[in-house]
């Protein structure tokens, strides 16, 4: 099987230059077993979780546990974890930490912000009478977990 050409090897004769740079590389994921209502629909169903429960049984016990889990990464590697609003640009907050900290490999802080996000919400459907999940929009607390690494710089996961 043939590569295919590089734009820049194909159409050689029309170009002046190249430069060869990037500012950033985003990458996202899904968790496919819970990536839509009816997926998600069907892990609860799998778990005994009925569809009422979501919220307490399910929804909820992640939240906390994910945040525990973050709190105890925090508490290790001794970074407070600051809570920002919408006006606060999360940029410039963790360039005035990287020019007092450093720009050594590691975890540079953590930013918490409440933001927009689609929300799964249990909802009656009224022509077959049963609950279901449903895609809503709503607010999440999401966390911003900085790090430098040696190799790519700086990096975030938004959880």
Not at 23 to 34: K, Q
Not at 45 to 51: K, L, T
Request: aromatic share 10%; hydrophobic share 40%; charged share 25%.
């Amino acid at each position: 099987m043939k590569t295919p050409d590089l734009l820049t090897e194909r159409y050689s004769r029309n170009i002046a230059g190249v430069l060869n740079c990037f500012d950033r590389l985003v990458l996202f994921g899904t968790y496919r077993p819970i990536c839509y209502p009816e997926a998600m629909s069907w892990q609860l169903h799998s778990a005994g979780i009925q569809m009422i429960d979501y919220e307490k049984k399910f929804a909820n016990k992640l939240r906390l546990d994910m945040s525990c889990r973050i709190k105890t990464i925090a508490a290790k590697e001794g970074i407070r974890i600051n809570h920002v609003n919408a006006s606060v640009r999360k940029e410039d907050f963790v360039a005035d930490i990287l020019a007092r900290r450093g720009q050594e490999p590691g975890i540079v802080c953590i930013l918490s912000a409440m933001e927009g996000c689609r929300c799964f919400k249990v909802r009656k459907n009224h022509k077959s009478g049963y609950l279901e999940l449903k895609w809503q929009p709503g607010k999440c607390l999401h966390y911003y977990v900085y790090l430098m690494d040696a190799e790519y710089g700086l990096c975030y996961l938004r959880i």
